[in-house]
């Protein structure tokens, strides 16, 4: 259906569009978090990491050009292509002036092979000059905003200490989309209080809206955050494989045929994770969900 998948993945879609594989470097900018400094808070997401959900990036202290050039290394291991997407992850990656903001984008996009750009941040963190200076760069990369929505469930969002609510969501994808600028949507499986139900009431809720890309992540219990310590005191239930890949394909059901899911599972570091473990064997868990939607005889969309 999208190659050797029965859903859109990322993969498929830059191939589409690029004709070869294109390999996304993750960049940490240097930047912090509106949730951390104090100015809407300061511990973060409860399941937020020191590293800002940038486990998997490079030393921030090191130049973008270089940042790049160690992470194409790494993933020339793997594939064998000149293409790139310089991708900002750590922390709230438009929270910073603009002149500093085009600065650090401006760099990633000289890198050799450069083809586009991906952020992560929040809607809070997007006003009209910051969504202006993505309009222009759109107008010769291929870019897309990544926005950590999570879930729509007002009492899930405060647990999580999301810290904005979903009307700034909603305004800023309106803004981002009369622009024609792609986004992306963060959601979380297994938050605790939230049923299989009331998450895929986030999926449904998305797949109406004008959005271009989803991400599912595992709800990852990980070292020196406060949702481990909320884990030890609580020991509220983490997914079992089973139940995980059985929730992720009824969501896949439901989105859309051209949405593209950028991922169906999230990555922990090992030394930091304290559950689920068996999240650690990434390859076993991607399997299982193409070998349930086959055993279903199902794919995207197929509810929508």
Known sequence: MFENKRYRTLNFELRKIFGKKV????LDGGFTCPNRDGSIGTEGCIFCSEKGSGEFTEDCNLSIIEQMKRQKEILN?????????????????TYDSVNNLKGKYEEALSFEGAVGLAVATRPDCLEDE???????????KYVWIELGLQTIHKKSSQFIRRGYPLETFEETLEKLNRKNIKTV????VGLPGESKADFLDTVKYISRKNIWGVKFHLLHV?????LENYYNKTKFPLLEKNEYINIICDAVELLPEKMVVHRVTGDGKKS????PKWSLDKLRVLSGIDMELKKRDSYQGKYY
């Open 23 to 26: 390999m996304k470097l993750s």
């Open 77 to 93: 291991k793997k594939w064998d292509t000149n293409l790139v997407i310089p991708y900002f992850q750590s922390f709230t990656s």
């Open 130 to 140: 910051k969504i202006e200076l993505f309009s222009q760069i759109n107008q010769e």
């Open 185 to 188: 949507v963060h959601l979380i």
């Open 222 to 226: 990980l070292k020196n955050t406060d």
């Open 272 to 275: 930091d994770l304290i559950g």
